[in-house]
């Protein structure tokens, strides 16, 4: 079985910091894509970063302003998010999603596993 589990969500002041860690169970990561996407309420989910494991290809969306930093760790079998200087604006739930054996992508639907999410609030 494979599983993704999100963790270190919380709820932070504006121009605080968080780092996200999507732990993958179930899958020892090799030449595998790993994404984050977050989505609030009554909107689409959205692109924040992705991470091609192997070779540390590294992907952003432009909308971070360069806040958001990527990182995978295979000892540990995680991908981390670092996310810096956040704003209401960046209040969202945050999702990782994975897909094996293929390059990371901008699109959700690229994807094959998902955690459930970690709630990020960010109060002004």
């Known amino acids: 079985q494979v599983q993704l589990e999100e963790s270190g969500g919380g709820l932070v002041q504006a121009g605080d910091s968080l780092q996200l860690v999507c732990k993958v169970i179930?899958?020892?990561?090799?030449?595998?894509?790993v994404g984050w996407f977050r989505q609030a309420p009554g909107q689409e989910r959205e692109f924040v970063a992705c991470?091609?494991?192997?070779?540390?290809?590294?992907l952003n969306a432009g909308s971070g302003q360069g806040r958001f930093t990527i990182s995978a760790d295979l000892h540990t079998n995680t991908v981390t998010l670092q996310v810096n200087a956040l704003k209401p604006e960046d209040t969202s739930v945050y999702y990782c999603?994975?897909?094996?054996?293929?390059?990371?992508?901008?699109?959700?639907?690229?994807?094959?596993?998902w955690g459930q999410g970690t709630q990020v609030t960010v109060s002004s």
């Open positions: 999603a994975a897909v094996f054996g293929s390059s990371p992508t901008y699109y959700s639907t690229d994807y094959d596993y």
């Open positions: 991470i091609r494991v192997d070779d540390g290809m590294k």
């Open positions: 179930g899958r020892t990561l090799r030449n595998d894509g």
